[in-house]
C-alpha cells in the first residue's frame, strides 16, 4: 500500500465510519431533544435513568460485531471462506443469545430494574415504558451492530454508513411523528428509537444479494475457543459501553441527591451529547480498525504505524473544534433541550456543558489505543484500558470529587479520569513496544527482517 493509498483508505473508512456512528450515536439525542420539547422536564429525566440499559444493548452489539469483524477481517485477508463464515455463524448465536437475555427482562422484570435505577413517582411510568419497549426490541439493535460491522471489514463502508445514517434519519422523523401530531408521549420516543434498527438492517440486506458477500451463516459445530475470541476482542467496545451505562447510573444517583430531578435532566443533556462525542472518537476507531487488521495480517508494518498516526491526529483536531463548540455555544445548546426555560437546568447544564468536556482529547486517545491493541491481536492492555476509564478510576472519582466539590466535582471527575487513563495508556504502549524490541520484534510484534544489502 502506497503512501497515498494508505492516506485516502484512511479518510475512506474513517470518515465514513464517523458519520455512520454520528448517525447511530443521534437515535437517543434524537429522544432527547423531542422528549425536553414534548413531555418538559421530567420526561427527560425518566429519560436519562432509562438510557444506561440502552448502553447495555449497543455495548453487547458492539462486542460481538467489533470482536467478530477482527476475526473475520484477518480470516477474509487469508482468502478462507470457510473460516469467515464460521466465525460470522458463531458471532449470530451470541448475539441471539444475548438478545433472549434483554427481551426476557424487558418482558418480566422491568418494574424491578426500573427501581433500581431510582426512578421516582414523578417519573416511574414514564421510565418503565421506555426500558420495557426498549429492551423488546433489542433483537433489532444487536443483530443491526452485527451486521454493520460485517459489512464494513467486508469492504462495503458506504453501505455501513448509509445504513447507519438512514436508521438515524428515521429515528428523527419518526420521533417528530409519533410525539407530537400522534401525541404518543414517552411510548412514541421509544417505539421510534425501536423502529430505527429494523430499516438500518434493511438498507443493508441488498449486501447479502452480491456475489462478491464474503460470509453467510453455514452449519458448523460450536467451537468454545472462537465463541471465546469474539468476545475477548470485543471486550472493550462492551466494557466502554456498559462503562457508559453504570456511570450514568451513579451519576443520576449522585446528581439526584445533590438537585433532585433537575440535576438528572442536566446530565441527560450532558450525558446524551457526550454520546455524539465518543461517537465520533469511535467512529473513527472503527474505521481504522480494518485498516489496521489488514496491515497486521499482512504483516505491514509501516502502512499500520501510519494509519494509527493518522487517526491520533485527526481525533486531536476534532477534539479541539468539538470543545470550542462546546464551550462557546453551551448556553444555546442547553437552551434546545430546556423548553419549560428552567433556569436552575439551564445554569447546571452550561456548567456542565464546559466543563465535562475538558476530556475530549483524552477520551478520543484512549479509545484509539483500545482498537491500536486488538487491532494487533493483544487486547489484554485494551482490557485494562476499557476497565480503568470505565470502573476502577471513574467511580471513585466522581464520589470523591462530587463530596469534596459537590455538582462541580461531579462535571470534572470525566475528564480527571481519562486525563489519568490516557497517562496509563502511554505506559502500555511503551512498554509493549520494549518487550516486543528486547524480543526481536518491531512495534507490532512482527519479527524484524533486515534490508538485503544493494
Not at 460450536?222 to 462503562?243: C, D, H, M, R, Y
Not at 444555546?332 to 423548553?339: K, Q
Request: a positive charge; aromatic letters at 12%; charged letters at 15%.
Amino acid at each position: 500500500m502506497t503512501k497515498s493509498n494508505c492516506f485516502q483508505d484512511f479518510l475512506k473508512y474513517s470518515s465514513l465510519n464517523v458519520l455512520g456512528m454520528i448517525g447511530l450515536s443521534c437515535y437517543i439525542l434524537a429522544d432527547t431533544f423531542f422528549v425536553s420539547q414534548g413531555i418538559g422536564m421530567n420526561g427527560l429525566a425518566a429519560l436519562n435513568l432509562a438510557i444506561p440499559i440502552y448502553s447495555f444493548i449497543h455495548g453487547s452489539g458492539l462486542m460481538i460485531g467489533m470482536g467478530g469483524g477482527i476475526k473475520y477481517s484477518i480470516a477474509r485477508h487469508h482468502g478462507d471462506r470457510k473460516a469467515t463464515d464460521r466465525i460470522f455463524t458463531h458471532a449470530f448465536c451470541l448475539a441471539a443469545l444475548f438478545s433472549l437475555f434483554f427481551a426476557a427482562a424487558g418482558l418480566f422484570f422491568s418494574d424491578g430494574i426500573v427501581s433500581l435505577l431510582g426512578a421516582d413517582e414523578e417519573v416511574f411510568a414514564m421510565t418503565e415504558t421506555y426500558l420495557r419497549v426498549i429492551l423488546l426490541f433489542s433483537p433489532a439493535f444487536l443483530l443491526n451492530n452485527l451486521l454493520l460491522c460485517f459489512v464494513r471489514n467486508d469492504g462495503a463502508p458506504q453501505l455501513s454508513m448509509a445504513a447507519m445514517i438512514g436508521g438515524s434519519l428515521s429515528n428523527v422523523v419518526l420521533d417528530y411523528v409519533f410525539i407530537f401530531p400522534c401525541q404518543m408521549g414517552i411510548f412514541g420516543a421509544v417505539f421510534a428509537t425501536g423502529l430505527a434498527p429494523l430499516i438500518s438492517i434493511l438498507i443493508l440486506s441488498p449486501h447479502f444479494l452480491r456475489k462478491q458477500n464474503g460470509f453467510r451463516l453455514s452449519r458448523c459445530r460450536p467451537e468454545k475457543g472462537l465463541f471465546a475470541g469474539i468476545l475477548s476482542n470485543g471486550v472493550p467496545s462492551l466494557i466502554t459501553e456498559l462503562s457508559s451505562g453504570v456511570v450514568m447510573i451513579a451519576f443520576n444517583a449522585i446528581l439526584y441527591s445533590l438537585q433532585g430531578n433537575t440535576g438528572v435532566a442536566a446530565y441527560g443533556i450532558v450525558a446524551n451529547l457526550s454520546l455524539v462525542v465518543l461517537a465520533i472518537f469511535t467512529g473513527i476507531g472503527q474505521g481504522i480498525q480494518p485498516l489496521l487488521s489488514s496491515n497486521f495480517g499482512a504483516g505491514n508494518r509501516k502502512d499500520f504505524e501510519k494509519i494509527f498516526r493518522y487517526a491520533l491526529v485527526s481525533m486531536l483536531i476534532l477534539s479541539g473544534i468539538l470543545y470550542a463548540g462546546l464551550f462557546f455555544g453551551a448556553s444555546p445548546i442547553a437552551s434546545l433541550f430546556n423548553s419549560e426555560k428552567n433556569e436552575a437546568l439551564q445554569r447546571l447544564a452550561v456548567r456542565g456543558l464546559k466543563l465535562y468536556f475538558i476530556a475530549c482529547p483524552f477520551a478520543g486517545f484512549n479509545i484509539l489505543l483500545s482498537v491500536y491493541f486488538t487491532s494487533a491481536d493483544s487486547p489484554r492492555p485494551a482490557h485494562v484500558l476499557s476497565l480503568l476509564r470505565g470502573f476502577a478510576v471513574i467511580l471513585p472519582t466522581v464520589f470523591l470529587l462530587s463530596y469534596a466539590a459537590g455538582t462541580t466535582g461531579v462535571w470534572c471527575s470525566f475528564p480527571v479520569t481519562e486525563c489519568l487513563v490516557a497517562a496509563a495508556g502511554l505506559l502500555f504502549l511503551r512498554a509493549s513496544e520494549r518487550r516486543k524490541k528486547a524480543k526481536g520484534l518491531d512495534t507490532q510484534g512482527l519479527e524484524i527482517k533486515k534490508d538485503p544489502k544493494p
